[in-house]
T-cell receptor
């Protein structure tokens, strides 16, 4: 089936540093998402992105967070500066179109550890 | 308050048995439901969607939606050890990103 690739699979950084998580979405998909999963449980919605713009974001999408997809390359989540509570697994997803009928395809996640 | 609540938190069934998972939305705007499954070390993968009242069957999986109560269930018949995973219910209002419940951890014992 369609594949979403996330790079790197693990990232360890010191608190206060900047980190960029990379996502290679399904090639013809237009909508992109980031979710945060803590302790292998709750999947928390962060942000939805389309055509260069944030379409929707949650309260978890703090001011320190930003997303972009320059020139159709990786869809990235940048955290600057990082905090201890940012430690989690971050999942990228993509969908062909917008709407509740659309299937989201997820990557395997990036495990972020902030020390 | 979480928009999507799931029960039970964990469930153990014997191989060949029936697993039943439950989900409720607390927001009437969130009435488009999905079930996702996540195996350890992987991302969630969509199992099935259900948007209309009644049952929807796909192989061994049957989803049931009651839109009046915003309750959806997932039943897995003839459960296999490979069905052991974390099952998420996700709900969304039209055209918005889905919100996930806390998940039900299913263990199928050989």
């Amino acid at each position: 089936g369609p594949k979403v690739l996330q790079i790197p699979s693990h990232q360890i950084i010191d608190m206060g540093q900047m980190v960029t998580l990379n996502c290679d979405p399904v090639s013809n998909h237009l909508y992109f998402y980031w979710y945060k999963q803590i302790l292998g449980q709750q999947m928390e919605f962060l942000v939805n992105f389309y055509n260069g713009k944030v379409m929707e974001k949650s309260k978890l999408f703090k001011d320190q967070f930003s997303v972009e997809r320059p020139d159709g390359s990786y869809f990235t989540l940048k955290i600057q500066p990082t905090a201890l509570e940012d430690s989690a697994v971050y999942f990228c997803a993509s969908s062909l179109d917008r709407g509740s009928a659309e299937t989201l395809y997820f990557g395997s996640g990036t495990r972020l550890t902030v020390l | 308050q979480q928009k999507v609540q799931q029960s039970p938190e964990s469930l153990s069934v014997p191989e060949g048995g029936m697993a039943s998972l439950n989900c409720t939305s607390s927001d009437r705007n969130f009435q488009y439901f999905w079930w996702y499954r996540q195996h350890s070390g992987e991302g969630p993968k969509a199992l099935m969607s259900i948007f209309s009242d009644g049952d929807k069957k796909e192989g061994r999986f049957t989803a049931h939606l009651n839109k009046a109560s915003l309750h959806v269930s997932l039943h897995i018949r003839d459960s296999q050890p490979s069905d052991s995973a974390l099952y998420f219910c996700a709900a969304s209002p039209n055209n918005n990103a889905p919100r996930f419940g806390a998940g039900t951890k299913l263990s199928v014992k050989p």
